[in-house]
């Protein structure tokens, strides 16, 4: 059975950080291009940052110079480190991972950030 289980949300308040992490089960990260998405009440789910098997990273541009993502292929696991929060940060963050070559991609069950004023 494969799981995405996310952990590290919270409440913060703005100009603070929070460090996300996904711990896979059920399958090998080093397969897989992972990437952390979010999604505010009422809006639709979003790329927050990505990084793929080789460690090539890319971000939303509303998040460069904040964000990290990370991966730590032998302990299967993914972080999103995020300082200078701010309050339209807040959302339910996921987890995603999306193999390389087939058609398999999963996700978490999501964390909830929130980011007070």
């Known amino acids: 059975q494969v799981q995405l289980v996310e952990s590290g949300g919270g409440l913060v308040q703005a100009g603070g950080s929070l460090r996300l992490s996904c711990a896979a089960s059920?399958?090998?990260?080093?397969?897989?291009?992972m990437g952390w998405y979010r999604q505010a009440p009422g809006k639709q789910r979003e790329l927050v940052a990505a990084i793929t098997s080789s460690g090539t990273t890319n971000y939303a541009d509303f998040v460069k110079g904040r964000f990290t993502i990370s991966r730590d292929n032998a302990k299967n696991t993914v972080h999103l480190q995020m300082n200078s929060l701010k309050p339209e940060d807040t959302a339910v963050y996921y987890c995603?991972?999306?193999?390389?070559?087939?058609?398999?991609?999963?996700w978490g069950q999501g964390t909830q950030v929130t980011v007070s004023s």
């Open positions: 995603n991972g999306r193999h390389n070559w087939r058609a398999y991609n999963y």
């Open positions: 059920g399958i090998p990260l080093s397969n897989y291009r």
